[in-house]
Nanobody, 119 residues
Framework: QVQLVESGGGLVQAGGSLRLSCAVS????????MGWLRQAPGKEREFVAA????????SIADSVKGRFTISRDNMRNTVYLQMYDLKPEDTAVFYC????????????WGQGTQVTVSS
């Protein structure tokens, strides 16, 4: 059973930074794609960033490109989302997801962590 546990959310002023963490347990991580998605109130969940566990190939949404980076620590089985220059429109619940390579939809989700950016 794959389990994902996010941490690192909080309240930050515009222009500030946060780093989200997603601890992963269970499953063959080398076969996974790990992603961060977010959902703002009244909006659909949207893609933010993804990384392939084995090759560390990354993909970043245009809306956060240049401000957010995704990485993973193989020793800690943890995926990170480093966020710089946060804007009020980044306010959302951020979810960590995992999927088997080749799948379109994510197979497993964390519980989500709230990020609130004040102006």
């Amino acid at each position: 059973q794959v389990q994902l546990v996010e941490s690192g959310g909080g309240l930050v002023q515009a222009g500030g930074s946060l780093r989200l963490s997603c601890a992963v347990s269970g499953g063959r991580l080398d076969l996974f794609v790990m992603g961060w998605l977010r959902q703002a109130p009244g909006k659909e969940r949207e893609f933010v960033a993804a990384i392939t566990w084995s090759e560390m190939r990354t993909s970043i949404a245009d809306s956060v490109k240049g401000r957010f980076t995704i990485s993973r620590d193989n020793m800690r089985n943890t995926v990170y989302l480093q966020m710089y220059d946060l804007k009020p429109e980044d306010t959302a619940v951020f979810y960590c997801g995992a999927k088997r390579r080749g799948n379109r939809a994510y197979d497993w989700w964390g519980q989500g962590t709230q990020v609130t950016v004040s102006s």
